[in-house]
């Protein structure tokens, strides 16, 4: 079972997305901003991380960053209502995977994790 | 004067994200403009916005619309306003926001925004200091939703 860390300040968010990943067979764990995913990821070791940018603390591409450092290989899709092209394209230089805009139709989601889980 | 560049994301992506996340029938009142201090609704979101185009933008509503539109997104009733309610809210304001963001990148102002705070209280007066607001006034089955566009720009690129 895939182990997927999502990352939002927004506890509405978190719980929608951990409900849906839990209901289809992954193992979730959150964080509530890009310092505590950092600290997070470290401990759980995940295979995909779901991370929001606009966040208190440390924003999301500045997590992204620090994961990236610690770990090459970290998988890091970003899950965020910023879709404007510079951020995505700031995202993708920073070693981002993937990058959904919220709001996010389910299949739209569960495809892109499915998508980085087997890769 | 707000420009029309800087107003029309906000409605579009109003109307797509009432409409297609809640379902709901949404109509539109007269814009107005209002000075820059102004009592607002029960519940507040605020969205500070940087960058090309500056100020911040409201969510203004009563509780009881409040109530009712973090019921339609949680998917239960919410009897008490609690934090999830909450941050369904600042939510909902933020993904406004966001996609209002992508209008705004396409009409030449590229912005970052902070994350949402939520102001609640009767009679709050929350003032926007040298920037006007435009009152975008919404009906909604929930009740009565004003965003207010509080900002100014650069000269787009």
Known sequence: MAKILVVDDAMFMRNKTSKLLQENGYEVVE???GEEAVARYMRENPDLVLMDITMPVLDGIESLKQLRA????AKVVMVTALGQKSMVLEAIKAG???FIVKPFQPDQLLEAVRKQCEA | MLKASLVNPFLESAFKFLQNE???EVSRGSLRLEESRSTSGEVNVAIGVTGDAEGIVLYCMSERTAKAIAGALIGEAIPVFDRLAESAIAEMGNIITGQAAIGLEQHGYVCRLSPPTIISGKGVVISTLDIQRLIIPLELPFGHLDICVALRS???K
């Open chain 1, 70 to 73: 610690y770990d090459p290989e």
């Open chain 2, 154 to 156: 650069l000269e787009p």
């Open chain 2, 22 to 24: 809640l379902g709901a």
């Open chain 1, 96 to 98: 981002a995977r993937d």
């Open chain 1, 31 to 33: 964080a509530s901003n």
